[in-house]
């Protein structure tokens, strides 16, 4: 490697930080799903790529102007999400998780597939009004994107885990994870409570995709590339609780700058699959373990 | 209905339950013996497809219908596979030879696959595999010396002690013999204990080790087989492709595998054909579909991942156990007329409960 | 020499001591139970003797040699088998499939000579068979050969548990709770069995029972847990009347 001067050293880092902000948040929303009812979603960040196009659509077709974009993207998508627990997800209710995982592989299929054939193969271009000039400090340049994401994660984060940990809601949401049955006897409802949690995650994915269609060019492929990270993200966080979510990602994202850099720009991808095999080697319950071996 | 009467033990270990199992599939055998005297080529090469599907599908289906670890990156052995056998076979290595070993390197990168895999169950394995596919597609795209990476690899024509491999007629028949084979050895293994652990495994971990399984070695020995078969036809789907890219090993190959045992029936040494049946025959039918779609959606790029994914959706709705389960419901259905109840095959569902602290 | 000791075994769980301080020994062809009330931490000295938990003190012994840290599968080896509270039957394999795979310790193949199912492999599978229909001949399972596990009712599924452990073999046979859910019928048909076992096919017993007369018919000595301690040892009677079993179950 060569040497790094600090400018460049400091403006990878922050590239890596909001880069790793984003798969954390699409594994955040996964994370959502899997601690409500350990279902896999493997579709999360084909959703995400969903809520890039509607943003774009919203932009662009409709000339709405930057604020009403947002508002209405995560809205359509909160509604997209009941619709896809209602008809996808509810029949699978009870079903083993693998079928699950298999189902949710086949609904990115399809997402990809439709929105393809939807809005096109090219790359699409999403500006908001802080696409402007970078934050120009000493030789390290700063762009208004990348700094948003952070905050917009650090905020998102906070709000997600004061409303599970304090509100009614989120801990029905726990109880209905531990035991379904015995959440139900209680008076939980259960169902209902799947459902806004699918809502929750798919609005959470509108938001990264609200921060992430500034940032790269948005074309379909673009979910399965950064969902499959935020999945690296969340097993080397340690799969099941949202903070390991997030630092997973925060870590993947600085390893595939740095490494990116080393290798102009050819390793930077792989490097973060690499990462993840030798996690799994050397520990493989993740940065911070949850999941326990079953009780007999 | 036929009940067999059972005089003996042996009986129940026999490959065939009974006469009338051996007299189909001894038809079957003939019929595939004789087919291709009076096919066109074309269908020669498709049924050799199905077989290269079929052994394939028989590796995957090891590992997940009945070790019960699900891979996503299979399309990674089958690349290894391909690209060993090409490459050996290029520098001289005799054919045969170097099919067998292309299986053996297989087997061996899934051996290591397999000792990460000891401890992780569904996602986590499911993510693990992804990426070991996403490596492997970058060392061959990076390894040009040996590769040949994006420019492609042109495998040379199989000749072995004067025989052209390469014809179809002589390619049809060696993909038999080795279905054949695979098939055989698969069914062996499950009839015996390795392949009852394998199933043990799959149902409670806590209670094969009770019953003196080696979680670790079991698992192992499940991802060196299940990446040898489908290496093995790997190498053999190199030669119907002729010419290697990365680009033929993505994930979208990974995905049809996982089709193939899903839809074939998980757990079913029978899925594992009417798997590969059905996605050899899928394309065609999209194909003769095609022609009838307003054109607006006909020549889109993604119709084939579209079918796909939403078949593969309504097999995991509708029919969880394949199309081996459907016929298995049809069958039933015929052989107790009228007495046929929809409950016989009433799925059990299960409540969640968590053993997770948070 | 005992068949098995335990000595000053402990293990805790996120600072909670499920175990502490627990010895005892058991004598070669005795039924040996273990009593206390929920959360006594029965099940955990199971599954510390399973090896599927790791202990923090103390130290396990079978037939005088060390087991405390081999594998869960090289305990079964030796001749340890076991059932579980609430069944832990491979669900989607038959009765004789569920007993079949219990001979995985006896199994002298190697996945290769069984991949082309040479003469060997086909004698030990008779071998097999044979001793299997033994045991469903002696706990009367015969019209559930054929049937698939996730298709049988609970009480069914204690007693092929039971075969499924007794397929093993086993020198130390370990019953985690054997009568809960089955009905007082069935009940005596188990105490009759367990007898048995113990008698005709010398195996030793260790037994988590709730049951006192199942325990008073069958069990020699009666360890009595409470919050992970040991309370005492001694005759059904005995135990039963200790006051501190008594304290334990009524509270203070």
């Known amino acids: 490697m060569d ?113 393809g054939m939807i809005w096109g193969h090219d790359e699409k271009e999403f500006d908001t009004p802080y696409s402007v000039d970078p934050l120009i400090l000493g030789e390290v340049s700063l762009d208004y994107e990348q700094l948003v994401v952070v905050g917009c994660t650090i905020v998102l984060c906070l709000g997600l885990y004061v409303f599970l940990r304090f509100t009614r809601f989120g801990v029905a949401m726990q109880a209905a994870s531990q035991n379904q049955l015995a959440a139900a006897y209680v008076g939980i409802p259960v169902k209902g409570v799947v459902a806004i949690t699918w809502c929750l995650s798919t ?17 379909p492929g673009i979910g399965f590339v950064v969902g499959i990270k935020a999945f690296v993200a969340a097993i080397v966080g340690g799969f099941g609780n949202l903070s390991g979510a997030l630092i997973g990602g925060i870590c993947i994202g600085i390893v595939e700058q740095f490494v990116g850099y080393a290798f102009e720009g050819a390793y930077g991808e792989t490097s973060v699959y690499v990462l993840l095999l030798l996690m799994l080697f050397v520990r493989p319950q993740g940065l911070i373990a949850t999941i326990q071996r079953k009780k007999v | 209905m036929r009940f067999v009467l059972k005089t003996n033990y042996a009986q129940d270990i026999n490959l065939f339950l009974h006469n009338g199992q051996r007299f189909w599939y001894g038809l079957l055998i003939a019929a595939l013996i004789l087919a291709p005297f009076f096919l066109e080529n074309f269908y020669i090469g498709e049924l050799t497809y199905l077989f290269i599907w079929v052994i394939a599908g028989a590796g995957l289906m090891l590992l997940i219908g009945y070790t019960g670890l699900v891979s996503m990156g299979h399309a990674a052995f089958m690349a290894i596979g391909a690209y060993a056998h090409a490459v050996l076979f290029k520098l001289g290595v005799p054919f045969l030879p170097s099919l067998l070993m292309a299986a053996l390197i297989s087997g061996f990168l899934g051996a290591i696959i397999g000792v990460a895999a000891l401890r992780m169950t569904g996602i986590y394995l499911a993510v693990a595999t992804i990426s070991f596919a996403f490596i492997i597609e970058k060392v061959i795209s990076a390894w040009r010396p040996v590769t040949g990476g994006h420019r492609g690899f042109i495998v040379p024509e199989p000749v072995m002690f004067g025989v052209d491999f390469g014809s ?56 060196t087989l299940s990446a040898a078969f489908t290496g093995l036809a790997g190498a053999l789907y190199s030669h119907k492709i002729g010419m290697l890219f990365p680009e033929n090993f993505t994930i979208f190959l990974s995905i049809k595998l996982l089709m193939l045992v899903v839809v074939g029936g998980l757990g079913s040494v029978h899925g594992i054909v009417f798997g590969a049946m059905f996605i050899s025959i899928l394309p065609q039918v999209i194909a003769i579909v095609r022609d009838f779609l307003p054109s607006w959606l006909a020549y889109r790029r993604g119709l084939e991942p579209l079918v796909f994914g939403a078949i593969l959706l309504f097999f995991l709705m509708y029919e969880p156990l394949g199309l081996y389960g459907r016929w298995v419901k049809i069958r039933a259905y015929f052989t107790q007329f009228p007495l046929y109840r929809k409950s016989t095959f009433k799925r059990q569902k299960s409540y969640l409960r968590t053993e997770r602290v948070h | 020499m005992s068949v098995f000791e335990a000595k000053e075994i402990g293990v805790s769980f996120g600072g909670v001591r499920a175990i502490h301080d627990v010895s005892f020994a058991v004598e070669k062809g005795e039924i040996f139970s273990i009593m206390g009330p929920n959360g006594a931490g029965k099940t955990t000295v199971f599954n510390l003797i399973s090896r599927f938990y790791d202990l923090d003190q103390g130290d396990l012994f079978l037939n005088g040699e060390r087991i405390s840290n081999i594998p869960p599968h090289e305990v079964a080896a030796r001749g340890v088998a076991r059932t579980f509270q609430n069944t832990e039957l491979f669900e989607n394999e038959t009765v004789l499939q569920n007993l079949l795979t219990a001979h995985h ?38 019209s559930y050969r054929e ?3 996730d298709a049988l009712p609970f009480g069914a599924r204690k007693i092929v548990e039971l075969g499924r452990a007794l397929c093993l073999e086993p020198q130390l046979l370990l019953l985690d709770e054997p009568s809960s859910g089955l009905n007082p019928e069935e009940t005596e048909d188990l105490s009759f069995w367990i007898e048995d076992i113990n008698e005709e096919l010398g195996v030793t017993i260790i037994m988590v029972e709730h049951d006192m007369n199942l325990l008073g018919q069958v069990s020699g000595r009666v360890m009595a847990l409470s919050d992970g301690e040991l309370l005492t040892i001694g005759t059904p009677d005995e135990v039963r009347e200790h006051p501190d079993v008594i304290s334990a179950y009524l509270g203070e």
């Open chain 1, 3 to 115: 040497f790094i001067s600090l400018g460049t050293f400091v403006q990878l880092l922050v590239t890596g930080i909001s880069h790793g902000c984003l798969y954390g948040l699409v594994a955040l929303g996964f994370v959502l799903i899997y601690k409500a009812t350990e279902m896999v979603n493997f579709a999360q960040g084909d959703i995400m790529m969903w809520g890039a196009f509607i943003a774009f659509t919203l932009a662009s077709t409709y000339g709405l102007s930057y604020i009403p974009v947002v508002i209405l993207t995560i809205f359509v998508m909160a509604m997209f999400g009941l619709l896809l627990e209602r008809t996808i997800i509810r029949p699978m209710i009870g079903e083993p998780p693998f079928a699950v995982l298999m189902l949710t592989i086949g609904l990115g299929f399809v997402l990809r597939a439709v929105a």
């Open chain 1, 203 to 219: 609005a959470i994915a509108a938001v990264a995709a609200l921060l992430v269609a500034p940032l790269q060019l948005i074309y």
């Open chain 2, 168 to 223: 179809d007629l002589v390619f049809y028949f060696l993909c038999l013999v080795i279905v054949v084979v695979v098939m055989l050895l698969v069914m062996n293994l499950l009839r015996s204990p390795t392949g009852r652990a394998m199933v043990a495994v799959r149902d409670s971990e806590i209670s094969a080790q009770a019953m003196g399984v080696n979680l670790v070695q079991t698992k192992t020995l499940a991802f």
């Open chain 3, 105 to 142: 310790t006896h199994r002298r193949t190697s996945f290769l000579s069984e991949m082309f199912f040479f003469p060997k492999v086909r004698r030990q599978e008779l071998k097999f068979r044979e001793t299997v229909e033994d045991i469903i001949d002696l706990l009367h399972l015969q």
């Open chain 3, 147 to 149: 049937q698939r596990i």
